[in-house]
C-alpha cells in the first residue's frame, strides 16, 4: 500500500521569496503524481502533474521528480497572498486512478 | 462546461441523525469517487463506481455508509446514525474511462460535515 507523507506541516514565506514543498512515497512503481491546492471550504485544484523523472513547470508551478530517492517536490516562484492554501501530494496507483493523498502543507504568504 | 457538483456545501448533525450527499459528475465521466477528508489531513478515498457498478467500497464503513449510484450518473453518499468522528469534507470526483495522463479525478468543492 502506498504511503504518501509530506512536510513540512505548514510553512510561512513572505511574497516573492521561493516556497519549497516536499513530499516522499514508499512505492517507487508510481509514475504519476500530483500537487494540489486547496484554498479553505474549497475543492481540489490541479496545479502539476509530472509523469517521469526530472522537472516539470505551469507556470509560478514547478514539480521535481526523483523516483529513486521516492522523492518529489513542489516550487513556488514569487509566491503571493492568494497563494495561501493547503497543497496536497498525490501519488496515483499503477494502472487506475486511485489517488493517494499527503496530509498538507499548510502555506502562509506575508504580504 | 460544467464541473463536479456537490450538495449540500455544508450540514450540521447531532449524534444518530442521518445525512446524503449528492453529486453531479462532469457529463459523459464514467467513473465517480468519493473521498473522505477529515480536518488537517489528506483526502481518503472511500468508494468508487464504473457507471453503476461499484469497482472499490473496502474502504467504506459498511455498517453505517452507504453509497449508490443507480443510473450511472449522479450518486448519493448516506450516513446512517452519524458519529463525531464523521466530521470531515466529503469530496466528490468524476473522470473519463482510461488511465491516460489527462483523465485525472477532477473534484467538486465538497460537503463539509460537522456532527455535534
Known amino acids: 500500500q502506498q504511503k504518501v507523507q509530506q512536510s513540512p506541516e505548514s510553512l510561512t514565506v513572505s511574497e516573492g521569496a521561493m516556497a519549497s514543498l516536499n513530499c516522499t512515497f514508499s512505492?517507487?512503481?508510481?509514475?504519476?503524481f500530483r500537487w494540489y491546492r486547496q484554498h479553505s471550504a474549497k475543492g481540489l485544484e490541479v496545479l502539476v502533474s509530472i509523469f517521469s523523472d526530472g522537472e516539470k513547470e505551469e507556470g509560478r508551478f514547478t514539480a521535481h521528480l526523483n523516483r529513486a530517492n521516492l522523492h518529489v517536490s513542489l516550487h513556488i516562484r514569487e509566491p503571493q497572498p492568494s497563494d495561501s492554501a493547503v497543497y496536497l501530494c498525490?501519488?496515483?496507483?499503477?494502472?487506475?486512478?486511485?489517488?493517494?493523498f499527503g496530509s498538507g502543507t499548510q502555506l502562509t504568504v506575508m504580504p | 462546461e460544467a464541473g463536479v457538483t456537490q450538495s449540500p456545501r455544508y450540514a450540521v448533525l447531532q449524534e444518530g441523525q442521518a445525512v446524503s450527499f449528492w453529486c453531479d459528475p462532469i457529463s459523459g465521466h464514467d467513473t465517480l469517487y468519493w473521498y473522505q477528508q477529515p480536518r488537517d489531513q489528506g483526502p481518503q478515498l472511500l468508494v468508487y463506481f464504473r457507471d453503476e457498478a461499484v469497482i472499490d467500497n473496502s474502504q467504506l464503513p459498511s455498517d453505517r455508509f452507504s453509497a449508490v449510484r443507480p443510473k450511472g450518473t449522479n450518486s448519493t453518499l448516506k450516513i446512517q446514525s452519524a458519529k463525531q468522528g464523521d466530521t470531515a469534507t466529503y469530496l466528490c470526483?468524476?473522470?473519463?474511462?482510461?488511465?491516460?495522463?489527462?483523465?485525472?479525478?477532477?473534484f467538486g468543492e465538497g460537503t463539509r460535515l460537522s456532527v455535534l
Open positions: 470526483a468524476s473522470s473519463p474511462s482510461g488511465t491516460g495522463h489527462n483523465q485525472a479525478p477532477l
Open positions: 498525490a501519488v496515483i496507483s499503477s494502472g487506475s486512478w486511485q489517488l493517494i
Open positions: 512505492d517507487g512503481t508510481s509514475n504519476n
